[in-house]
């Protein structure tokens, strides 16, 4: 039989690992964590970069001579978990407006000289950008209960109009000094900043200075900001 057995039969081996200690269990468990942190972070600045280098560029990085006829807000204010009311009489949540960006005004709504001044230049300003319009919302916060009139209600097709609490308002949007809110026009970004005021009195004279700002934000932000929410 025992020549029968053959000469590649070995006995088998076992080897004897011992367990690893909780103290080295909860180092590699540290490890790992510290790691998938800064994988994370990592992304993370992938994903921003370009919002970053669109931002850099835009306020830092300008051609001797460029002058923004615009006021840029520094450090600018992300707009405020503030409910308001739509026309229709329906909730409006304002952060919800978030993802494009949006050319503002604000105003009572009897709608002065001023305020419907705003309305259509607005409106003008927004067509003038051609196929980056869409990208763009016009807004009008309505800061009282008056009603508005029939008569304007069809030039609003395409506008965003919201009541909103003037005080909570005021917490957020501020005006030059010896100005109100309904003097000027605001930007706010498509992550919901509000980013920039216009000086008071928009007209025919200036509008291409506005439009001009504006069409340098869209131009920065190509790289990150699509049209739609």
Not at 43 to 58: K, N
Not at 79 to 108: C, F, H, I, K
Not at 126 to 136: A, I, N
Request: glycine letters at 8%; charged letters at 20%.
């Amino acid at each position: 039989m025992s020549s029968a057995r053959s000469h590649d039969d070995k006995p088998l081996g076992l080897t004897v690992h011992s367990m690893p200690t909780p103290e080295q269990v909860a180092g590699d468990l540290a490890q790992r964590t510290r790691g998938g942190r800064w994988k994370m972070l990592l992304v993370m600045l992938v994903c921003a970069a370009p919002v970053l280098a669109s931002y850099t560029a835009y306020y830092f990085v300008r051609p001797e001579g460029r002058r923004n006829f615009g006021e840029l807000i520094d450090p600018q204010r992300p707009l405020p978990a503030l409910t308001g009311v739509a026309l229709d009489g329906a909730p409006v949540q304002l952060q919800a407006l978030r993802g494009q960006w949006l050319l503002m005004s604000v105003s009572g709504g009897a709608c002065d000289a001023t305020c419907t001044n705003h309305l259509y230049f607005q409106r003008q300003l927004r067509e003038g950008l051609g196929k980056d319009k869409d990208r763009v919302d016009w807004v009008w916060l309505v800061t009282d209960d008056a009603p508005v009139a029939q008569a304007l209600r069809p030039a609003l097709q395409g506008a965003t109009v919201i009541r909103v609490p003037p005080n909570a308002l005021g917490q957020w949007l501020v005006a030059q000094p010896g100005q109100k809110l309904a003097d000027h026009l605001y930007v706010v970004d498509p992550m919901g900043n509000w980013m920039m005021r216009f000086p008071p009195g928009i007209s025919l004279e200036n509008a291409s200075r506005f439009k001009r700002d504006i069409e340098r934000l869209l131009r920065a932000s190509a790289s990150w900001d699509t049209a739609g929410r």
